[in-house]
């Protein structure tokens, strides 16, 4: 499984910016999606999660903000990113995983594959 992370780049503050994550090579046939963030000297932490239900679930710290969403047809996931702030600034990871369980999702080492990050900036 590949997964390929798209659309990060050099944004203001209160601008928007889509990220995009294709799936490739062997599939899963509905496998957990996620993202996943690490700034500059911080742990990878959580953004958002999509389970396999198709409920999506988000660190609350951009709740409200960000929205995760798949198109089935094309093996992608998106996260969507409104009002950035600069403490959005990261670079960004999707992942994937075909057997993590609910009480794990917001956990990095739950996933098994993972995209090459994409870079996030937010200027203040």
């Known amino acids: 499984v590949q997964l390929q992370a798209s659309g990060g780049g050099l944004v203001q503050a209160g601008g928007s910016l889509r990220l995009s994550c294709a799936v490739s090579?062997?599939?899963?046939?509905?496998?957990?999606m996620g993202w996943f963030r690490q700034a500059p000297g911080m742990e990878r932490e959580f953004v958002a999660v999509?389970?396999?239900?198709?409920?999506?679930f988000y660190a609350d710290s951009v709740k409200g903000r960000f929205t995760m969403s798949r198109d089935s047809a094309k093996n992608t996931v998106y996260l969507q990113m409104n009002s950035l702030k600069p403490d959005d600034t990261a670079v960004y990871y999707c992942?994937?995983?075909?057997?993590?369980?609910?009480?794990?999702?917001?956990?990095?080492?739950?996933?098994?594959?993972w995209g090459q990050g994409t870079h996030v900036t937010v200027s203040g």
């Open positions: 999509r389970w396999r239900s198709g409920s999506t």
């Open positions: 090579g062997r599939t899963f046939s509905n496998p957990v």
């Open positions: 992942a994937a995983s075909n057997s993590v369980i609910l009480s794990a999702i917001r956990s990095a080492s739950a996933y098994g594959y």
